[in-house]
């Protein structure tokens, strides 16, 4: 329920002269707390993976309900299965439902892939291969790594003081071009008779 503060206008007659107004106050005004009438909502799919994972994601998402609450945003969650967890459940790292629900979605969240369990497994059922094929359904070209040192936290790191002190970095890396998914790729045998794999690193002007 939206929460309101009404005020009350009235006419007085002051003990000094003013000049006319243009227009009275004819009606009460209303001021609404934002806090408590949500005017944005979002979708997120939840993706909480293996390991810690799940309990990050679901931190992450009181995180967000208490956030929303303040700031008058309305999330809506998804939870789906991916990596190990959907290898479990599926047989396969990123089932198609997955994609879809991330694909509809504002936003996803995602905890962590992989684990021992899955290690021997071959390429196509590793927990890994679901995030790439995550990354190419969604297009997503980078990914922003901040690294900045706080300074209660300066003589923690293991770099010398001097070093850590300060830094303040933005890591730009790159999910789908390059190498990543570039086409030809394969095995082949060369002129002379020897195995050969090969793969191709392109890039768009776009992605450039």
């Known amino acids: ?95 198609e439902e997955t994609l879809s629900a991330a694909q509809r979605a504002d936003a996803v969240l995602l905890g962590a892939i992989g684990g021992y369990k899955w290690d021997k497994n071959e390429k196509h059922l590793k927990p890994e291969t679901g995030l790439l094929q995550l990354r190419e359904g969604l297009k997503v070209f980078a990914n922003l790594r901040p690294a900045t040192v706080l300074p209660q936290l300066v003589d923690s790191s293991t770099l010398k003081k001097d070093v850590a002190e300060g830094v303040d970095l933005m890591v730009v890396r790159e999910l789908t071009g390059g190498i990543y998914f570039g086409k030809p790729r394969g095995f082949g045998t060369n002129e002379k008779g020897e195995d050969i794999g090969f793969n191709t690193e392109v890039y768009s002007t776009l992605e450039v």
């Open 1 to 95: 329920m939206a929460a309101s503060v009404q005020l009350n206008l009235r006419s007085f007659k002051a003990p000094f002269n003013l000049k006319p107004i243009a227009k009275q106050f004819s009606r009460p005004g209303r001021i609404r707390c934002a806090a408590t009438t949500p005017t944005k909502r979002y979708s997120i799919t939840l993706l909480p993976g293996d390991g810690i994972g799940p309990e990050v994601i679901s931190v992450a998402k009181n995180v967000l309900k208490l956030a929303g609450s303040l700031e008058g945003i309305e999330f809506s969650f998804q939870e789906m299965p991916m990596g190990g967890a959907a290898l479990d459940l599926t047989g396969v790292p990123l089932p």
